[in-house]
Nanobody
Framework: QVQLVESGGGLVQPGGSLRLSCAAS????????MAWYRQAPGNKREFVAR????????NYADSVKGRFTISRDNAKNTVYLQMNSLKPEDTAVYYC???????WGQGTQVTVSS
């Protein structure tokens, strides 16, 4: 069955960086676009970034543009989210998904606090 497993979350100070990873299995990873979403307590899940199957095109939410970078390694069936200049408002559970499917990972917590 399809599995998406996120990792790399944690506690970081404002201005710091984290790199999230999402390892996929049970699917033909290289033909699927991938995306990251996040959900803060009391808020709806929101879009963060998306990448096409080849990695040639990326899209970002305005709130993270210029600070976050989505990338993928099709040989490793993994999508990444490099997060720089983190702010307290980036605190959330981060999820990866294959947008053309119904599959989501279990999420990884990112907390930005001094």
């Amino acid at each position: 069955q399809v599995q998406l497993v996120e990792s790399g979350g944690g506690l970081v100070q404002p201005g710091g960086s984290l790199r999230l990873s999402c390892a996929a299995s049970g699917m033909i990873f290289r033909i699927n676009p991938m995306a990251w979403y996040r959900q803060a307590p009391g808020n709806k899940r929101e879009f963060v970034a998306r990448i096409t199957s080849s990695g040639g095109t990326t899209n970002y939410a305005d709130s993270v543009k210029g600070r976050f970078t989505i990338s993928r390694d099709n040989a490793k069936n993994t999508v990444y989210l490099q997060m720089n200049s983190l702010k307290p408002e980036d605190t959330a559970v981060y999820y990866c998904t294959a947008p053309d499917s119904a599959f989501w990972g279990q999420g990884t917590q990112v907390t930005v606090s001094s």
